[in-house]
């Protein structure tokens, strides 16, 4: 059995103003064209699909469009699909019925019995290869509060719902097939993105769970929630995907793809990595904030030519010693008729560090606005104000005293 992992996808995802829809759809149409080449019996996403709970209509139908051209063109492909913390739970499971007369499983809400009991039936898919089951997948979405077994924190939550799950399944794994289970969440040891707002975690971690979580019967675990393609804790067959595009600057290095896992009778046989090339990649200039002079030379040497939806995202980081009202203009005159696409310009400053001090209010009361300004200058350019500004600040002082 061929089980292709893929998560994080964020379709309509807005990128500094620019919007990636041909990247999506190069992404979709690579895919599908290893769904068949590989002749896969089950396609794994493993939450994120979309990138707001409340798509546009466009992704919408550049995701239902791509399931519906999957499994025509491939008749034996199963789709197993889980909500991500990105995405409306009930909005993906709405169309239940028809996506399941399609093969496509969908787990985004934890339902539960008339007597208020988690529906462990529900989340438990079995994965079939031409119409036999050759394996059971644990189809969990990503856990709200209160999704799990009662308990006062999440990581015990969680892996209250995962043990539960497993004992559940003993009952009716009758067979002993393998087992893949699926998981939207952080897991502790595994790298987060820098900065990157996509993979939102509670602050203290209290949103991470151990790998001891998903126990060592399981065949493959398929985890989403973070971008970088990773193994986690130290087991082989416990693995996050990766994102297909790369979500921040922050991700500009990683390797984008989705893992293809092979399963017999015994369990796991294989795991292969199948690299994928995104349309658009992402260019940061110069590699370390230099001076605004010294970046406008690196921009000149960028290639000339049309702007296109494969053309770089542009990152530009300036070193600054005071401020430069004109550094956007600047920039933007020397990346004229350059192929890339200016994302963002980031400001750096040499930062001075002080030790806190305890100020009396009468110290308080007696410091001049130009001091206070003086100092915060220093402190954020590490240098001392210039005289053009500290006159020009002298001036505002004056204006506004008299009034």
């Given at each position: 059995?061929?089980?292709?992992?893929?998560?994080?996808?964020?379709?309509?995802?807005?990128?500094?103003?620019?919007?990636?829809?041909?990247?999506?759809?190069?992404?979709?149409?690579?895919?599908?064209?290893?769904?068949?080449?590989?002749?896969?019996?089950?396609?794994?996403?493993?939450?994120?699909?979309?990138?707001?709970?409340?798509?546009?209509?466009?992704?919408?139908?550049?995701?239902?469009?791509?399931?519906?051209?999957?499994?025509?063109?491939?008749?034996?492909?199963?789709?197993?699909?889980?909500?991500?913390?990105?995405?409306?739970?009930?909005?993906?499971?709405?169309?239940?019925?028809?996506?399941?007369?399609?093969?496509?499983?969908?787990?985004?809400?934890?339902?539960?019995?008339?007597?208020?009991?988690?529906?462990?039936?529900?989340?438990?898919?079995?994965?079939?290869?031409?119409?036999?089951?050759?394996?059971?997948?644990?189809?969990?979405?990503?856990?709200?509060?209160?999704?799990?077994?009662?308990?006062?924190q999440y990581g015990t939550g969680v892996v209250a719902m995962y043990g539960a799950l497993?004992?559940?399944?003993?009952?009716?794994?009758?067979?002993?097939?393998?087992?893949?289970?699926?998981?939207?969440?952080?897991?502790?040891?595994?790298?987060?993105?820098?900065?990157?707002?996509?993979?939102?975690?509670?602050?203290?971690?209290?949103?991470?769970?151990?790998?001891?979580?998903?126990?060592?019967?399981?065949?493959?675990?398929?985890?989403?929630?973070?971008?970088?393609?990773?193994?986690?804790?130290?087991?082989?067959?416990?693995?996050?995907?990766?994102?297909?595009?790369?979500?921040?600057?922050?991700?500009?290095?990683?390797?984008?793809?989705?893992?293809?896992?092979?399963?017999?009778?015994?369990?796991?046989?294989?795991?292969?990595?199948?690299?994928?090339?995104?349309?658009?990649?992402?260019?940061?200039?110069?590699?370390?904030?230099?001076?605004?002079g010294e970046v406008l030379g690196e921009l000149l040497q960028l290639p000339d030519g049309?702007?296109?939806?494969?053309?770089?995202?542009?990152?530009?980081?300036?070193?600054?010693?005071?401020?430069?009202?004109?550094?956007?203009?600047?920039?933007?005159?020397?990346?004229?008729?350059?192929?890339?696409?200016?994302?963002?310009?980031?400001?750096?400053?040499?930062?001075?560090?002080?030790?806190?001090?305890?100020?009396?209010?009468?110290?308080?009361?007696?410091?001049?606005?130009?001091?206070?300004?003086?100092?915060?200058?220093?402190?954020?350019?590490?240098?001392?104000?210039?005289?053009?500004?500290?006159?020009?600040?002298?001036?505002?002082?004056?204006?506004?005293?008299?009034?």
């Amino acid at each position: 059995m061929k089980i292709f992992h893929t998560a994080d996808w964020h379709i309509g995802q807005n990128f500094y103003g620019y919007e990636r829809r041909e990247e999506h759809q190069h992404f979709l149409h690579w895919l599908k064209m290893q769904l068949s080449e590989q002749e896969a019996d089950v396609l794994l996403i493993a939450g994120d699909v979309f990138d707001s709970p409340n798509p546009s209509a466009e992704s919408q139908r550049m995701f239902y469009a791509f399931l519906h051209d999957v499994t025509t063109e491939n008749p034996n492909l199963q789709v197993v699909v889980t909500a991500g913390n990105h995405d409306s739970a009930a909005r993906l499971e709405a169309p239940h019925d028809l996506l399941t007369a399609m093969r496509v499983e969908v787990r985004g809400v934890i339902h539960r019995t008339v007597e208020g009991e988690i529906n462990f039936r529900h989340l438990v898919v079995p994965l079939q290869e031409k119409g036999q089951a050759k394996a059971w997948c644990l189809a969990v979405p990503y856990l709200r509060q209160g999704d799990y077994p009662e308990s006062s924190q999440y990581g015990t939550g969680v892996v209250a719902m995962y043990g539960a799950l497993t004992d559940y399944l003993k009952e009716i794994n009758r067979d002993n097939l393998p087992v893949v289970a699926m998981g939207h969440l952080h897991v502790f040891g595994s790298e987060l993105s820098d900065n990157d707002r996509s993979e939102r975690i509670v602050v203290g971690g209290l949103e991470c769970v151990a790998a001891e979580a998903f126990g060592s019967n399981l065949a493959y675990v398929a985890l989403g929630h973070l971008h970088k393609p990773q193994r986690v804790g130290g087991r082989e067959n416990v693995r996050y995907s990766g994102s297909p595009l790369p979500m921040s600057f922050s991700e500009k290095f990683y390797k984008q793809g989705v893992n293809l896992i092979e399963l017999d009778e015994t369990g796991l046989r294989g795991i292969q990595r199948l690299d994928f090339q995104p349309l658009a990649s992402l260019l940061s200039v110069p590699k370390q904030p230099l001076p605004l002079g010294e970046v406008l030379g690196e921009l000149l040497q960028l290639p000339d030519g049309e702007i296109g939806v494969d053309s770089p995202y542009l990152e530009i980081k300036v070193l600054e010693t005071e401020p430069e009202p004109s550094k956007r203009h600047q920039i933007e005159e020397a990346i004229k008729g350059k192929a890339v696409r200016l994302a963002r310009i980031v400001a750096v400053t040499p930062k001075v560090e002080r030790e806190q001090q305890t100020v009396s209010l009468e110290t308080w009361q007696n410091i001049q606005p130009m001091e206070m300004a003086q100092d915060v200058f220093r402190q954020k350019y590490g240098t001392d104000m210039p005289e053009h500004i500290e006159k020009l600040l002298l001036e505002v002082i004056r204006e506004t005293e008299g009034e």
